[in-house]
């Protein structure tokens, strides 16, 4: 029997959760009570979280924690007050997919130096943030 660990998975799939954002009246306060009250240590962003991927431990995978101004654009066209990042692997492939399964694709696959981005909406209006981090070990 083969061993799974030593495979390469090329689904098209999410990986895990790169980020939670939600409304906040007032970000700024919002950082420093949490930063206060649960010690989170705090960035730009919000806060970073790093872990280690189980099956590759030389994998750290990061979510980010981060409240956005209530009434923030970032989430439109969703009317909810949260957003879900999920960190994926080959994200062109995944969004021909969702396509072929009449996913809405919010915007177009943009690319930064921390990684490929899109936004799609799921059966329920959530807009959902797809992140496919860049690999710098390559």
């Not at 705090?42 to 980010?64: C, H, M, Y």
């Not at 799921?122 to 070990?137: H, R, Y």
């Amino acid at each position: 029997m083969e061993d799974k660990k030593n495979q390469t998975d090329n689904t098209p799939k999410a990986t895990g959760i790169g980020g939670i954002f939600f409304f906040s009246d007032n970000p700024k306060e919002t950082r420093a009570w949490y930063a206060k009250n649960l010690g989170i240590e705090i960035n730009d962003w919000g806060s970073t979280f790093r872990s280690r991927n189980v099956d590759k431990p030389e994998e750290i995978n990061a979510l980010q924690w981060s409240p956005f101004k209530k009434g923030s654009d970032y989430f439109a066209p969703s009317k909810k007050e949260f957003m879900i990042n999920y960190r994926v692997q080959h994200i062109e492939e995944l969004v021909n997919k969702l396509k072929e399964n009449g996913v809405t694709i919010v915007d177009s696959i943009a690319t930064y130096d921390y990684g490929k981005f899109v936004h799609i909406m799921d059966a329920e209006g959530n807009k959902i943030e797809l992140w496919e981090p860049i690999d710098n070990k390559k």
